[in-house]
């Protein structure tokens, strides 16, 4: 873990990503996906970002401190949706 990311656990479902502090189980942030929009497969940490596959939105981007969605790739469809990063 980065330094200052070290105490959170972090939770996908299939609607968001959600930031749990280790110490006291309180929520740290939480980012969710557009509606309809569902994670294809698991997400990976790298660095100080976490990485998150989405059916109709590709590829996103989003800082592990803060939750902040910095980017959306596009991923296209005739390609089929993205699975997990990391296996």
């Not at 972090?10 to 939480?30: C, D, N, P, Y």
């Amino acid at each position: 873990a980065m330094p200052g990311n070290d105490d959170l656990c972090l939770i996908q479902g299939t609607r968001g990503l959600t930031a749990l502090r280790w110490e006291s189980g309180e929520v740290a942030w939480e980012a969710t996906w557009n509606e309809g929009d569902l994670s294809t497969g698991r997400g990976c940490v790298t660095g100080d970002e976490v990485l998150i596959p989405l059916a109709e939105g590709g590829l996103w981007r989003i800082a592990v401190a803060t939750g902040e969605i910095l980017e959306r790739q596009a991923w296209p469809v005739s390609q089929g949706p993205l699975g997990t990063i990391i296996k």
